[in-house]
Protein backbone atom coordinates (compact mmCIF):
# COMPACT_ATOMS: atom_id res chain seq x y z
CA UNK A 1 0.00 0.00 0.00
CA UNK A 2 0.98 3.54 -0.67
CA UNK A 3 1.32 6.23 2.10
CA UNK A 4 -2.47 7.82 1.32
CA UNK A 5 -3.35 4.17 1.74
CA UNK A 6 -4.42 3.63 -2.26
CA UNK A 7 -2.96 -0.03 -3.70
CA UNK A 8 -0.18 0.17 -6.14
CA UNK A 9 -0.75 -0.49 -9.64
CA UNK A 10 2.65 -1.61 -10.51
CA UNK A 11 6.07 -3.35 -8.67
CA UNK A 12 9.12 -2.13 -9.50
CA UNK A 13 12.58 -3.03 -9.77
CA UNK A 14 13.43 -0.83 -6.17
CA UNK A 15 10.51 -2.70 -4.96
CA UNK A 16 11.88 -6.05 -5.70
CA UNK A 17 15.41 -4.67 -4.47
CA UNK A 18 14.20 -4.01 -1.15
CA UNK A 19 11.92 -7.20 -0.85
CA UNK A 20 15.43 -8.93 -0.93
CA UNK A 21 17.95 -6.74 0.92
CA UNK A 22 19.34 -5.74 -2.52
CA UNK A 23 20.93 -3.15 -4.63
CA UNK A 24 18.85 -1.90 -7.48
CA UNK A 25 21.71 -2.11 -9.58
CA UNK A 26 21.86 -5.53 -8.78
CA UNK A 27 17.85 -6.37 -9.68
CA UNK A 28 18.32 -4.79 -12.62
CA UNK A 29 21.19 -6.58 -13.96
CA UNK A 30 19.53 -9.83 -13.38
CA UNK A 31 16.47 -8.45 -15.37
CA UNK A 32 17.90 -7.37 -18.32
CA UNK A 33 20.87 -9.92 -18.53
CA UNK A 34 23.88 -7.08 -18.09
CA UNK A 35 26.68 -7.41 -16.30
CA UNK A 36 28.25 -10.06 -13.92
CA UNK A 37 26.28 -11.78 -11.50
CA UNK A 38 25.65 -15.43 -9.78
CA UNK A 39 23.54 -17.64 -11.45
CA UNK A 40 21.95 -18.36 -7.72
CA UNK A 41 21.48 -14.87 -7.42
CA UNK A 42 19.96 -14.69 -10.40
CA UNK A 43 17.24 -17.02 -10.02
CA UNK A 44 16.61 -15.79 -7.12
CA UNK A 45 15.61 -12.16 -8.36
CA UNK A 46 13.76 -13.61 -10.78
CA UNK A 47 11.82 -15.72 -8.58
CA UNK A 48 11.29 -13.05 -5.71
CA UNK A 49 10.08 -10.90 -9.24
CA UNK A 50 7.82 -13.18 -10.16
CA UNK A 51 6.34 -13.57 -6.80
CA UNK A 52 5.59 -9.80 -6.33
CA UNK A 53 4.07 -10.07 -10.12
CA UNK A 54 7.04 -7.81 -11.20
CA UNK A 55 6.79 -6.70 -14.95
CA UNK A 56 9.07 -4.05 -16.79
CA UNK A 57 8.09 -0.60 -17.16
CA UNK A 58 5.88 -0.86 -20.63
CA UNK A 59 6.96 2.84 -21.55
CA UNK A 60 10.74 1.72 -21.22
CA UNK A 61 10.44 -1.31 -23.24
CA UNK A 62 8.15 0.33 -25.79
CA UNK A 63 10.92 3.35 -26.56
CA UNK A 64 13.55 0.87 -26.43
CA UNK A 65 11.49 -2.21 -28.70
CA UNK A 66 10.68 0.72 -31.25
CA UNK A 67 12.43 0.38 -34.65
CA UNK A 68 13.84 -2.92 -33.44
CA UNK A 69 14.22 -6.06 -35.24
CA UNK A 70 14.82 -8.62 -32.81
CA UNK A 71 11.26 -10.88 -32.26
CA UNK A 72 11.73 -12.95 -28.53
CA UNK A 73 10.86 -16.64 -28.49
CA UNK A 74 10.20 -18.59 -25.40
CA UNK A 75 10.29 -22.56 -25.78
CA UNK A 76 9.08 -25.33 -23.77
CA UNK A 77 12.09 -27.64 -24.62
CA UNK A 78 14.34 -27.30 -27.67
CA UNK A 79 14.99 -31.05 -27.54
CA UNK A 80 11.43 -32.10 -28.19
CA UNK A 81 11.12 -32.60 -32.00
CA UNK A 82 7.87 -30.33 -32.52
CA UNK A 83 9.40 -27.50 -31.01
CA UNK A 84 12.63 -27.51 -31.89
CA UNK A 85 11.35 -27.93 -35.75
CA UNK A 86 9.26 -24.56 -34.90
CA UNK A 87 12.15 -22.75 -34.08
CA UNK A 88 14.13 -23.69 -36.62
CA UNK A 89 10.86 -22.73 -39.20
CA UNK A 90 10.05 -19.51 -37.35
CA UNK A 91 14.10 -18.28 -37.42
CA UNK A 92 14.05 -18.70 -41.62
CA UNK A 93 10.43 -17.08 -41.76
CA UNK A 94 11.90 -13.86 -39.63
CA UNK A 95 14.80 -14.01 -41.62
CA UNK A 96 13.05 -13.58 -44.80
CA UNK A 97 11.30 -10.51 -43.11
CA UNK A 98 14.69 -9.05 -41.95
CA UNK A 99 14.12 -10.02 -38.13
CA UNK A 100 16.13 -11.66 -35.63
CA UNK A 101 15.13 -14.49 -33.15
CA UNK A 102 16.15 -14.46 -29.58
CA UNK A 103 15.10 -17.51 -27.77
CA UNK A 104 14.77 -18.83 -24.57
CA UNK A 105 14.14 -22.15 -23.27
CA UNK A 106 13.23 -23.43 -20.33
CA UNK A 107 13.03 -27.06 -20.43
CA UNK A 108 12.08 -28.12 -16.53
CA UNK A 109 9.51 -25.71 -14.96
CA UNK A 110 6.96 -25.10 -11.42
CA UNK A 111 3.99 -24.45 -12.73
CA UNK A 112 5.06 -21.77 -15.07
CA UNK A 113 7.00 -19.14 -12.74
CA UNK A 114 10.46 -20.07 -14.63
CA UNK A 115 8.71 -19.65 -18.21
CA UNK A 116 7.47 -16.39 -16.60
CA UNK A 117 10.96 -15.56 -15.58
CA UNK A 118 12.17 -16.24 -19.02
CA UNK A 119 9.30 -13.89 -20.91
CA UNK A 120 10.98 -11.19 -18.23
CA UNK A 121 14.32 -12.08 -19.54
CA UNK A 122 13.37 -11.64 -23.61
CA UNK A 123 11.87 -8.31 -21.91
CA UNK A 124 15.16 -7.26 -21.11
CA UNK A 125 16.75 -7.60 -24.32
CA UNK A 126 14.00 -5.43 -25.67
CA UNK A 127 12.42 -7.35 -28.33
CA UNK A 128 9.39 -5.88 -30.16
CA UNK A 129 7.17 -8.71 -30.27
CA UNK A 130 6.97 -11.69 -28.24
CA UNK A 131 6.27 -15.18 -29.16
CA UNK A 132 5.32 -17.75 -26.45
CA UNK A 133 5.58 -21.50 -27.62
CA UNK A 134 4.96 -23.09 -24.71
CA UNK A 135 2.44 -26.06 -23.25
CA UNK A 136 1.85 -25.17 -19.94
CA UNK A 137 1.97 -21.47 -19.20
CA UNK A 138 -1.90 -19.92 -18.91
CA UNK A 139 -3.48 -16.94 -20.61
CA UNK A 140 -3.84 -15.24 -16.93
CA UNK A 141 0.03 -15.87 -16.55
CA UNK A 142 0.35 -14.05 -19.82
CA UNK A 143 -2.20 -10.59 -19.19
CA UNK A 144 0.41 -8.38 -17.42
CA UNK A 145 2.84 -8.58 -20.75
CA UNK A 146 -0.20 -8.11 -23.27
CA UNK A 147 0.01 -4.42 -22.70
CA UNK A 148 3.90 -3.97 -22.89
CA UNK A 149 4.53 -5.29 -26.82
CA UNK A 150 2.71 -7.41 -28.81
CA UNK A 151 2.31 -11.18 -27.59
CA UNK A 152 1.42 -14.23 -29.67
CA UNK A 153 0.62 -17.85 -28.49
CA UNK A 154 2.46 -19.80 -31.14
CA UNK A 155 1.43 -23.29 -31.44
CA UNK A 156 -1.04 -23.99 -28.44
CA UNK A 157 -4.30 -23.59 -28.14
CA UNK A 158 -5.67 -20.45 -26.30
CA UNK A 159 -8.80 -20.08 -24.35
CA UNK A 160 -8.16 -16.70 -23.23
CA UNK A 161 -9.82 -14.37 -25.75
CA UNK A 162 -7.99 -11.34 -24.73
CA UNK A 163 -4.83 -13.64 -25.73
CA UNK A 164 -3.72 -13.66 -29.41
CA UNK A 165 -2.98 -16.94 -30.95
CA UNK A 166 -2.21 -18.98 -33.49
CA UNK A 167 -2.66 -22.61 -32.66
CA UNK A 168 -2.38 -25.95 -33.94
CA UNK A 169 -5.67 -27.27 -34.25
CA UNK A 170 -5.76 -30.54 -31.50
CA UNK A 171 -9.10 -30.92 -31.46
CA UNK A 172 -9.06 -31.37 -34.73
CA UNK A 173 -6.02 -33.74 -34.69
CA UNK A 174 -7.28 -36.34 -32.27
CA UNK A 175 -10.73 -36.21 -34.31
CA UNK A 176 -8.29 -37.48 -37.32
CA UNK A 177 -6.53 -39.78 -34.92
CA UNK A 178 -10.09 -41.39 -33.19
CA UNK A 179 -11.84 -41.68 -36.85
CA UNK A 180 -8.81 -43.77 -38.23
CA UNK A 181 -8.94 -46.61 -35.23
CA UNK A 182 -12.74 -46.52 -35.54
CA UNK A 183 -12.79 -47.10 -39.21
CA UNK A 184 -10.05 -49.74 -38.24
CA UNK A 185 -13.20 -51.67 -36.38
CA UNK A 186 -11.32 -50.80 -32.84
CA UNK A 187 -14.07 -50.67 -30.26
CA UNK A 188 -12.11 -51.54 -27.32
CA UNK A 189 -9.74 -48.37 -26.68
CA UNK A 190 -7.31 -46.54 -24.40
CA UNK A 191 -6.67 -43.31 -24.07
CA UNK A 192 -3.69 -41.72 -22.15
CA UNK A 193 -4.79 -38.43 -21.27
CA UNK A 194 -1.73 -35.85 -20.38
CA UNK A 195 -2.16 -33.84 -17.15
CA UNK A 196 -2.77 -30.24 -18.33
CA UNK A 197 -0.25 -28.52 -15.61
CA UNK A 198 1.85 -30.89 -17.75
CA UNK A 199 1.27 -29.91 -20.94
CA UNK A 200 -2.14 -28.58 -22.14
CA UNK A 201 -1.66 -29.16 -25.91
CA UNK A 202 -1.55 -32.93 -25.33
CA UNK A 203 -4.50 -32.60 -22.31
CA UNK A 204 -6.68 -31.30 -25.23
CA UNK A 205 -5.69 -33.97 -27.81
CA UNK A 206 -6.38 -36.61 -24.92
CA UNK A 207 -9.58 -34.75 -24.09
CA UNK A 208 -11.29 -34.91 -27.27
CA UNK A 209 -10.46 -37.90 -28.00
CA UNK A 210 -12.17 -39.21 -25.13
CA UNK A 211 -15.33 -36.85 -25.90
CA UNK A 212 -15.06 -38.14 -29.64
CA UNK A 213 -15.08 -41.75 -28.71
CA UNK A 214 -17.80 -41.56 -26.22
CA UNK A 215 -20.11 -39.38 -28.59
CA UNK A 216 -19.38 -42.79 -31.55
CA UNK A 217 -21.58 -44.47 -28.11
CA UNK A 218 -17.71 -46.07 -27.04
CA UNK A 219 -16.70 -45.96 -23.54
CA UNK A 220 -12.70 -45.61 -23.32
CA UNK A 221 -10.62 -46.74 -20.67
CA UNK A 222 -8.64 -43.90 -19.25
CA UNK A 223 -5.00 -43.15 -17.93
CA UNK A 224 -4.26 -39.79 -16.44
CA UNK A 225 -0.68 -39.60 -17.36
CA UNK A 226 2.46 -36.95 -15.72
CA UNK A 227 5.28 -38.53 -16.28
CA UNK A 228 6.62 -40.03 -19.28
CA UNK A 229 5.85 -44.02 -18.95
CA UNK A 230 2.75 -43.36 -17.08
CA UNK A 231 -0.35 -45.59 -17.61
CA UNK A 232 1.76 -47.24 -20.61
CA UNK A 233 2.24 -50.60 -18.68
CA UNK A 234 -1.20 -50.54 -17.01
CA UNK A 235 -3.27 -50.28 -20.98
CA UNK A 236 -0.26 -53.33 -22.01
CA UNK A 237 -1.89 -55.35 -19.58
CA UNK A 238 -4.77 -54.89 -20.62
CA UNK A 239 -4.34 -55.59 -24.16
CA UNK A 240 -2.62 -58.92 -22.59
CA UNK A 241 -6.07 -59.79 -21.27
CA UNK A 242 -7.45 -58.68 -24.31
CA UNK A 243 -9.81 -55.81 -23.00
CA UNK A 244 -8.48 -53.25 -25.36
CA UNK A 245 -7.52 -53.46 -29.17
CA UNK A 246 -6.00 -50.04 -29.46
CA UNK A 247 -4.09 -47.23 -27.17
CA UNK A 248 -4.21 -43.87 -28.07
CA UNK A 249 -1.14 -42.09 -26.92
CA UNK A 250 -0.72 -37.66 -27.25
CA UNK A 251 2.63 -37.66 -28.57
CA UNK A 252 5.09 -39.93 -30.50
CA UNK A 253 7.65 -39.82 -27.41
CA UNK A 254 4.55 -41.30 -25.62
CA UNK A 255 3.62 -43.66 -28.13
CA UNK A 256 7.26 -44.85 -28.49
CA UNK A 257 7.18 -45.63 -24.76
CA UNK A 258 4.27 -48.13 -25.34
CA UNK A 259 5.81 -49.50 -28.25
CA UNK A 260 8.90 -50.27 -25.91
CA UNK A 261 6.74 -52.15 -23.43
CA UNK A 262 4.60 -53.59 -25.44
CA UNK A 263 7.67 -55.32 -27.34
CA UNK A 264 9.11 -56.23 -23.75
CA UNK A 265 5.84 -58.09 -22.63
CA UNK A 266 5.67 -59.56 -25.99
CA UNK A 267 2.06 -57.40 -27.17
CA UNK A 268 2.47 -57.85 -30.77
CA UNK A 269 2.31 -54.46 -32.52
CA UNK A 270 -0.71 -53.78 -34.49
CA UNK A 271 -1.69 -57.68 -34.42
CA UNK A 272 -2.94 -57.37 -30.82
CA UNK A 273 -2.69 -53.70 -30.04
CA UNK A 274 -2.52 -50.62 -31.91
CA UNK A 275 -1.08 -47.90 -30.99
CA UNK A 276 -1.22 -43.84 -32.66
CA UNK A 277 0.72 -40.76 -31.30
CA UNK A 278 0.31 -37.45 -32.71
CA UNK A 279 3.52 -34.65 -33.82
CA UNK A 280 4.93 -36.46 -37.08
CA UNK A 281 8.06 -35.00 -36.32
CA UNK A 282 10.38 -37.13 -35.09
CA UNK A 283 13.50 -38.02 -37.16
CA UNK A 284 12.82 -41.23 -39.03
CA UNK A 285 8.86 -40.98 -37.99
CA UNK A 286 8.33 -42.61 -41.95
CA UNK A 287 11.23 -45.19 -41.00
CA UNK A 288 9.54 -46.13 -37.56
CA UNK A 289 5.64 -46.83 -39.23
CA UNK A 290 4.26 -44.17 -36.52
CA UNK A 291 0.71 -43.44 -37.01
CA UNK A 292 0.26 -40.09 -35.78
CA UNK A 293 -0.37 -36.29 -37.07
CA UNK A 294 2.28 -34.50 -38.33
CA UNK A 295 1.65 -30.91 -37.02
CA UNK A 296 1.65 -28.21 -39.74
CA UNK A 297 4.75 -26.52 -38.26
CA UNK A 298 6.02 -24.75 -41.80
CA UNK A 299 2.79 -23.09 -42.19
CA UNK A 300 1.90 -22.36 -38.59
CA UNK A 301 5.53 -20.24 -38.54
CA UNK A 302 4.88 -18.34 -41.44
CA UNK A 303 1.56 -17.63 -39.93
CA UNK A 304 3.26 -16.79 -36.72
CA UNK A 305 5.70 -14.30 -37.96
CA UNK A 306 3.30 -12.58 -39.92
CA UNK A 307 1.03 -12.11 -37.31
CA UNK A 308 3.57 -10.92 -35.03
CA UNK A 309 5.30 -8.80 -37.32
CA UNK A 310 1.78 -6.93 -38.60
CA UNK A 311 1.16 -6.57 -34.49
CA UNK A 312 4.08 -4.68 -33.87
CA UNK A 313 3.04 -2.38 -37.06
CA UNK A 314 0.00 -1.24 -35.87
CA UNK A 315 -2.35 -2.73 -32.71
CA UNK A 316 -4.04 -5.71 -33.88
CA UNK A 317 -7.23 -7.54 -31.77
CA UNK A 318 -6.46 -10.45 -30.05
CA UNK A 319 -7.50 -13.45 -32.33
CA UNK A 320 -7.64 -16.90 -32.31
CA UNK A 321 -6.17 -19.10 -35.52
CA UNK A 322 -6.01 -22.46 -35.98
CA UNK A 323 -4.09 -24.51 -38.34
CA UNK A 324 -4.77 -28.46 -39.02
CA UNK A 325 -2.29 -31.33 -39.70
CA UNK A 326 -2.48 -34.48 -41.87
CA UNK A 327 -2.84 -38.03 -40.65
CA UNK A 328 0.08 -40.46 -41.55
CA UNK A 329 -1.43 -43.49 -41.79
CA UNK A 330 2.00 -46.05 -40.31
CA UNK A 331 2.20 -49.71 -39.29
CA UNK A 332 1.72 -49.45 -35.67
CA UNK A 333 -1.98 -49.44 -36.41
CA UNK A 334 -3.74 -52.20 -38.60
CA UNK A 335 -7.55 -53.94 -38.60
CA UNK A 336 -8.78 -55.03 -35.46
CA UNK A 337 -8.42 -59.03 -35.49
CA UNK A 338 -11.77 -60.66 -35.23
CA UNK A 339 -10.10 -64.11 -33.92
Known sequence: ??????????????????????????????????????????????????????VPNAHAVRLASRHNDMLGMLLRDSRNPAYSALLSSVQLEAQRRQFEVVTVTVSADDQGHNQ????????GFRVAGLMVATGDISGEQLRPFLGEIPVLRTGRPEPDSEVDAISY????????LTEHLVSLGHRDIA?????????????????????????????PRIFEVSAATDGVEAAVDLAERAEITALMCPTDARQLTALRAAHARRVAVPEALSISGCDGLMPGVDLLGLTTVR???????????????????????????????????????AARSLD
Do not use: C, F
Open 1 to 54: MSSDGSARLRVTEADVAAYLGLSRATVSRAMHGRGRISAQTRERILHAANALGY
Open 116 to 123: LAGLRRLL
Open 169 to 176: DEPAHARL
Open 191 to 219: VLRTDARVSYPEWVRGQVMIDDLVTRGLR
Open 295 to 333: LPVEELAKAAVARIVDSIAAPVEPNQHSIAGTLIEGTTT
